[in-house]
């Protein structure tokens, strides 16, 4: 690993400990890559991931061609909360993971509040 990775990790480590999801304001995590973004809702009680979703899912590139962009970020933030909507999540601590809240993160996370998620 690069250093610039050790040290957003060491970021997610320090930001995780104020963090916990529970059954009714799960944890939602964002991964970003150069290509792709994924995200999952996870509740820490119980250690266990309620769905999770990515832009290389088949389902997405069916909308969208290229997935490592502004713009398929915020189809994806809307698609992802339409999905959590009908799984009955409304409210969520959204957990960056140690990127920073700019680029395609905020992107993502600006359209999850668009599509209705609270956090």
């Known amino acids: 690993m690069n250093k610039k990775e050790l040290l957003r ?3 997610h480590r ?6 916990w999801g529970t059954k009714e304001k799960p944890r939602l995590i964002v991964k970003r890559s150069l ?3 994924s995200a999952q ?15 290389a899912n ?27 909507k009908e799984k009955g999540i409304s409210k969520i601590i959204f957990d960056r993971a140690g990127y920073l809240y700019h680029g395609r993160v905020k992107t ?6 668009k599509g ?4």
């Open 9 to 11: 990790l060491k970021r």
């Open 108 to 113: 993502f996370a600006e359209s999850l509040r």
């Open 41 to 55: 809702v996870v509740d820490d009680a119980e250690n266990k991931v309620l769905f999770s979703f990515s832009t």
């Open 58 to 84: 088949k389902e997405f590139k069916a909308k969208a061609g290229n997935s490592g962009n502004i713009k398929a970020a915020a189809l994806f933030g809307e698609l992802f909360s339409k999905t959590a």
């Open 35 to 37: 290509n792709n973004l």
């Open 14 to 19: 320090r930001i995780r400990m104020k963090m």
């Open 116 to 119: 209705g998620m609270e956090f």
